[in-house]
């Protein structure tokens, strides 16, 4: 493997790729804790100190790794020219020695069809829209491409391994709310501008990337196989809004959002410790990682929603030598910084 120097670009694109290995290591060690237990072991406002010389990160960075580095070997932006080389880093994850995180089962599973030559929509597993679907999407969002290529990217490498719609949505999503914080939209405006833009997708099947993907689910058309996905995703932006319309009692994220082990609930819950703790990054990632469900990803996506905001400056400057894979995120953040 390459070496390369860390020193990572002061930029939106090198704090959002950090701040999600950053709250997946954080949230590494909380992830199967209740929130009483996180509490006894780290105090009321959570783990805020990398642990370890490297900080150990889970799954979520190295699937996130996984697409970045597709991405960036890619000749062209379509389903054609990116799908193997997706298929082929995830395989590569899969049979990695350091894949030891506790992975999930939803992504073993396809990995082990896609690894007999299967088309991805038949290894998928329709069924699943776990949050492995968006955890990884981050980079997708820091492309400097139109946003039906950024649609259709966010859906396809979730398609791969997760092809319930809900997933497909959740990650388009995800990848959007990087961008739009990437061009200059405040962390309290996302709620809103993602719900327009679920409104405005609710019956947009992307068949140039999804192929025949929506007959495996037994909904009639593909509009309305769809369209079961954004609603979902809908009413998790609902539930978002609802909770960030009230003061914060300071409490688990997860009672208001959901725990985070599915695909629309983490991307609600993460935002919803990224807009309350703005200002605050490391207190963003320190809430995501303080929760009963899923932390790392949760914390994850929240160190990529305000790092895409404050870029490294956000986070402690120690912080870029110690975490895990910090020359492969310097290296994709290096040539994505706009």
């Not at 783990?47 to 580095?69: I, K, N, S, Y």
């Not at 082990?261 to 809430?287: K, M, N, Y």
Request: hydrophobic share 45%; with cysteine.
């Amino acid at each position: 493997m390459i070496a390369f120097m860390i020193s990572p670009v002061p930029g939106p694109a090198a704090g959002s790729l950090f701040g999600l290995a950053y709250g997946d290591a954080l949230g590494k060690p909380t992830e199967f804790l209740s929130v009483a237990e996180i509490e006894r072991r780290y105090g009321p406002a959570g783990p805020r100190e990398l642990v370890g010389d490297p900080a150990l990160v889970t799954d979520d960075t190295q699937m996130a790794l996984a697409v970045g580095w597709a991405l960036r070997e890619t000749p062209r932006y379509t389903a054609e020219a990116v799908e193997p080389l997706l298929r082929q880093r995830f395989l590569d994850w899969a049979a990695s020695p350091d894949n030891n995180r506790a992975p999930g089962m939803t992504c073993l599973r396809a990995c082990a069809e896609l690894s007999r030559g299967r088309p991805w929509q038949q290894a998928t597993v329709a069924g699943s829209k776990g949050c492995g679907a968006n955890m990884r999407v981050t980079p997708v969002g820091l492309l400097d491409v139109d946003l039906d290529t950024l649609a259709g990217l966010a859906q396809l490498q979730a398609g791969l391994t997760h092809g319930h719609p809900t997933g497909l949505a959740a990650s388009e999503l995800t990848a959007y709310a990087v961008r739009l914080l990437i061009d200059g939209a405040a962390l309290a405006e996302l709620p809103g501008l993602l719900t327009e833009r679920a409104h405005e997708q609710r019956t947009v099947y992307r068949a140039d990337w999804l192929g025949d993907l929506w007959q495996r689910s037994g909904e009639p058309t593909p509009e309305e196989f769809i369209t079961r996905g954004w609603d979902e995703c809908l009413r998790a932006l609902r539930r978002l809004a609802a909770a960030l319309a009230g003061p914060d009692d300071g409490g688990d994220p997860c009672r208001l959002t959901g725990e985070g082990w599915i695909a629309e609930e983490a991307l609600a819950t993460a935002l919803l410790c990224a807009v309350r703790h703005a200002d605050d990054p490391v207190g963003a990632l320190a809430r995501g990682a303080a929760t009963a469900g899923d932390s790392d990803s949760i914390a994850a996506l929240a160190g990529a929603f305000v790092g895409a905001v404050h870029g490294m400056p956000g986070w402690p400057a120690e912080w870029a030598t110690r975490i895990e894979y910090a020359d492969q995120l310097t290296a994709l953040a290096t040539a994505w910084e706009r």
